[in-house]
């Protein structure tokens, strides 16, 4: 949907400090920006393709969120 080049994988720290952006994802966290790696500082959570992923992640999970009842034994 988005026409951003997109490269997951394992990198090279010379290869990591190249990039425009970087942001990592998880199921906990979602989307999460990178500000500084190393020497390089990126944009982070300001960033034109971070914004651009988090915008259709929250288009993509409002529609699929549902609740989940959790119960601890305690």
Do not use: M
């Given at each position: 949907?988005?026409?951003?080049?997109?490269k997951?994988?394992?990198?090279?720290?010379?290869?990591?400090?190249?990039?425009?952006?970087?942001?990592?994802?998880?199921?906990?966290?979602e989307?999460?920006?990178?500000?500084?790696?190393?020497?390089?500082?990126?944009?982070?959570?300001?960033?034109?393709?971070?914004?651009?992923?988090?915008?259709?992640?929250?288009?993509?999970?409002?529609?699929?969120?549902?609740?989940i009842?959790?119960?601890?034994?305690?």
């Amino acid at each position: 949907p988005l026409n951003i080049p997109l490269k997951t994988g394992n990198y090279k720290i010379e290869e990591l400090v190249q990039a425009d952006e970087v942001f990592l994802t998880n199921s906990i966290q979602e989307l999460v920006p990178v500000k500084r790696f190393e020497h390089k500082v990126f944009p982070g959570a300001e960033g034109e393709v971070f914004q651009s992923y988090l915008s259709l992640y929250k288009a993509h999970t409002k529609e699929k969120r549902r609740t989940i009842d959790v119960f601890l034994k305690g």
